[in-house]
């Protein structure tokens, strides 16, 4: 089965500050893809970042990078020198490949609240 | 560009009703897919489809229908509604493109059932 756990309901952070949001994923496929998305609360879903399974280096988009750790099957999202405007919801998905075809798979999202 | 336009926007309905929601992408991506968002949840994924005449089920299809004429639309059919299909309503197209992989969101359809 698959599934994808984010443990932390919300976080604060302070203006400038790095955050980490933690993901931690479960499959059977061999070859996946991880994702992060963000949702502001106008509600749209905007993506982020994305990690292959056999990426040999972690992903970076600007600000975000995914911390992958293929053993312990978590795939972190780091956001660094925060903004205001990075207080959102914050998604983690995955997609398979072998077993799950084009499915993909959300948690339950993590609530992020930068701090002036 | 467009990227992916979904209407309606709101949507109130009586248990019972059906009604279709529109989806329509305008970057020419096969990939689509169909998700729905229960209050402080995240999305599960209700059917998808691969290319136009070709779709499948997701996690939670029961209550849905779709079809893909076109490479360009993908509308999911309620038939029946009922309470539990009281959501936020997603589309997406996916570009898969080596290295990266991207799904593009619609602004999202919110129905309440009555």
């Known amino acids: 089965a698959q599934k994808i756990t984010q443990t932390q309901p919300g976080m604060f952070v302070q203006e400038k500050e790095a955050v980490t949001l933690d993901c931690t994923y479960d499959?059977?496929?061999?070859?996946?893809?991880l994702f992060w998305y963000k949702q502001p609360s106008s509600g749209e879903m905007i993506f982020l970042i994305y990690?292959?399974?056999?990426?040999?280096q972690n992903a970076t988009e600007g600000r975000y990078s995914l911390n992958f750790q293929k053993a312990r099957k978590s795939a972190n999202l780091v956001i660094s020198a925060s903004q205001l405007g990075d207080s959102a919801m914050y998604f983690c998905?995955?997609?398979?490949?072998?077993?799950?075809?084009?499915?993909?798979?959300f948690g339950t999202g993590t609530s992020l609240t930068v701090i002036p | 560009n467009a990227g992916v336009t979904q209407t309606p926007k709101f949507r109130i309905l009586k248990i019972g009703q059906s009604m279709t929601l529109q989806c329509t992408q305008d970057?020419?991506?096969?990939?689509m897919y169909w998700y729905r968002q229960d209050p402080g949840m995240g999305l599960k994924l209700i059917y998808y489809?691969?290319?136009?005449?070709?779709?499948d089920k997701g996690e939670v299809p029961n209550g849905y229908n779709v079809s893909r004429s076109t490479t360009e639309d993908f509308p999911l059919r309620l038939e029946l509604a009922a309470p539990s299909q009281t959501s936020v309503y997603f589309c997406?197209?996916?570009?898969?493109?080596?290295?990266?992989?991207?799904?593009?969101f619609g602004p999202g359809t919110r129905l309440t059932v009555l």
């Open positions: 997406a197209s996916r570009r898969t493109s080596v290295p990266t992989d991207t799904q593009y």
């Open positions: 499959t059977s496929d061999p070859s996946y893809g």
């Open positions: 990690q292959g399974s056999y990426d040999q």
């Open positions: 998905a995955m997609r398979g490949h072998v077993n799950t075809g084009n499915q993909f798979y």
């Open positions: 970057m020419n991506h096969n990939y």
């Open positions: 489809s691969v290319g136009a005449g070709i779709t």
